[in-house]
């Protein structure tokens, strides 16, 4: 019998009637014979609710205290499962972070997982309970304090209760049936993929796909833990269950490359419209520049992306271009206006209007001519390129904001990802 | 420097602004030298959604869960109010039940308080941290579980918290100033108690007054925990702070009968408006009977209270009289029927239009005569009574619905008790 952790998110979890579903989903496992462990977020709505009141409490504010009032909001969650589940005949019990523990580091608000003991959970597992547990939290063990992971965590939290209870596979249930090619939204034509590499699902994930939270899909890289993306709204008794070495193909499977019989050159079309571009005008072109433009912003934790240089005419001066997080861009204008004097320049200039899309694929390591492929297709349908970045099974070009849907969509079919 | 427990229910601390309020109370005793424990209820209106939310989870519920959910109302109280206290300067850091340790009974939803580990708050104290504590809950050690003391659970709290400080004061702040001789709502002319002793206190509050908890006031009274009932509505700075040996004359100083100077032998006329009563018709009386009435309504956890036995004409049967609380009529009357074969009755009736009278007073003690005074002016208005009961310091009794402000105006009057 196959170990198998659930995990389901702020909308699957989102009433009392929603978590009814979820139990069904849960119990569906249970009958086929395997040892569940599920992981929840809060209803959807309540952690928003609980960070407004901090807010309004203080806009600065102890990070201890912040996440003590916001973890909350999956111990309901988790309790109130707990209680479906044992009415519908399925054992099981709630366990908050800091019971299991979930030990993490001491970066309130932020933390990060540092070890988990599921010793007693796997023993209850064994003995035919279904463990409900509190997502995005778990204890700084030096201060005896509830710490949570960020925004998203409960992913995280999923994946480490996988790798602590070595399970056979980590679903995570959300509103969407899969990893798509690209946004169905955008491009009607877009393909569930049923199998995506960790590498490719995590560029995916930090270029803007919602689907998965970054720093869950590393842990699962890093630990080979097959993760799988499910819908929570198909009908719980329309799947099969999880058996051991099988899973179904529904959903996608995030997994080693080498589980990916046909390796497309690209699996995905991603886009990131919360970037914000930056241009400092007329900067001397000397030698250490760059570390005084970006070394106060980096000293300010704000996070450069791409970065293009041109030369002025004149052949002594330089601009400098380069994107943050639109959210940042108030707060980047600021350090660069009190570094003035230091840097040396012009003037700046920013807009928000600007999207940066990114063609990604294990496949790009062994094929030449995706990049010159992508630049020609964009230029022939008129669109500028502002700022190119690269790694080695990914493409990200910014652009204005204004083509980004005809980008996405020629790309799409360009790459020949356009559902038949 | 005195240490000072100051606890707020849930109307005290219904919104961020509120808990700003309260913050200012706990900055007046901090800046006058005082070390403060503050226990804080959950934000008015969230444990009765909480409650709800695990209700519509499953009507039969694990009461661990229960806690589990509903105990994360105080949690959110408490980690804002510690973050207020903060933003204006005060050193604070909040502390939920598990993490004090406040240990608990098994008695998941009305836990008892076992034992409070008070050694680590009381040296942050000492160093000028205010303990923001959650009210209403504990761990059960055994299990490692959160288990809640029951509704009103937050008095308890406090108190138990003074006791583990071995506090100055324990200042319960409400919606009201102070506790009062009967509702000023009914009898305008009521008035303030500046001090009340435990016994009648706890008179007073198993019979309807709302203002303290009984559990609370029973362990204020073992500990001789001074309890003082205020309102936090007043301006904070216009209170004085508590020092060591002196109280002000604001509010209701619950406190040993010896401290009370002048004592009056009628304190307080109380009222009960959630009482039921039930009538069985025609038992045969006989050895044996009461205890084959009460003995299955005992084995259902029923709480009976006043019984009052009539013989029939006949002189072989007997009308069984009794009081329940309203809540538990419906289930009462099935537990009769169940059991009419063994009992052998004619007939059961029930009415719910009866009010419990109290009148309360140290004083009775050495004070003949209070019960017929009552009897006679009861009568004298034409109010029919249908149950007494009565204890070393209160008389009870029971009436028609319709006259219970009668009544109380009444009494009040009677006993020397309305405002000049």
């Known amino acids: 019998m196959a170990v198998v952790v659930m995990k389901f998110g702020g909308t699957s979890v ?18 086929a014979g395997n040892r569940v462990a599920v992981v929840v977020s809060a209803m959807s709505g309540v952690t928003n609710q609980l960070v407004g009141y901090v807010r309004e409490a203080s806009v600065l504010h102890d990070a201890r205290e912040y996440d003590a009032v916001v973890a909350t909001g999956e111990q309901v969650t988790a309790g109130l499962l707990a209680i479906v589940l044992q009415s519908i005949g399925v054992p099981a019990r709630s366990w908050q972070g800091w019971q299991i523990p979930i030990k993490t580091s001491a970066a309130h608000g932020s933390a990060r997982i540092l070890d988990v003991l599921g010793g007693e959970i796997r023993k209850r597992l064994d003995q035919g309970e279904v463990a409900v547990i509190t997502g995005f939290q778990g204890i700084e063990p030096h201060g005896n304090r509830v710490a949570t992971l960020g925004r998203g965590g409960s992913d995280t939290s999923a994946v480490a209760m996988a790798v602590a209870l070595d399970a056979e596979v980590c679903d995570i249930y959300t509103d969407v049936d899969g990893v798509y090619t690209t946004d169905p939204r955008i491009v009607p034509k877009a393909k569930r993929l049923p199998k995506v590499s960790y590498e490719e699902m995590l560029e995916m994930a930090s270029l803007g796909s919602k689907v998965l939270q970054t720093r869950s899909v590393e842990l699962a890289m890093v630990h080979k833990v097959r993760t799988r993306v499910l819908s929570s709204f198909v ?3 329309a799947m099969q269950p999880v058996r ?4 179904e193909d529904i959903g996608t499977i995030v997994c080693d490359e080498d589980e990916i019989v046909e390796q497309q050159v690209v699996s995905g079309i991603a886009y990131a419209k919360d970037e914000a571009k ?26 450069v992306d ?18 943050v997080q639109a959210s940042e861009l108030p707060r980047t204008l600021e350090v660069l206006k009190s570094a003035k004097q230091d840097i040396g320049y012009f003037d700046v200039k920013s807009s928000a209007d600007v999207v940066k899309i990114s063609v990604i694929g294990i496949g790009m390591r062994s094929h030449a001519g995706v990049a010159a492929m992508m630049f020609k297709s964009l230029s022939e349908k008129g669109i500028n390129i502002l700022a190119i970045s690269t790694s080695e099974i990914k493409i990200s070009v910014l652009i204005d904001a204004a083509y980004a849907e005809l980008a996405v969509r020629s790309l ?4 020949g990802l356009d559902a038949a």
């Open 14 to 31: 989102a009433t009392v009637d929603r978590i009814r579903n979820v139990a069904r989903h849960v119990k569906r496992e249970v009958d």
């Open 235 to 237: 009908a719980p008794e």
């Open 244 to 247: 051991a070495g099988v899973l």
């Open 278 to 303: 930056v241009t400092i005008l007329k900067v001397e072109d000397k030698p250490g520049i760059a570390a005084r433009i970006f070394g106060p912003l980096a000293d300010a934790s704000i996070n």
């Open 306 to 323: 791409m970065i293009v240089q041109n030369i002025t005419p004149d052949g002594k001066h330089t601009d400098m271009t380069f994107t």
């Open 412 to 415: 799409h079919t360009l790459y």
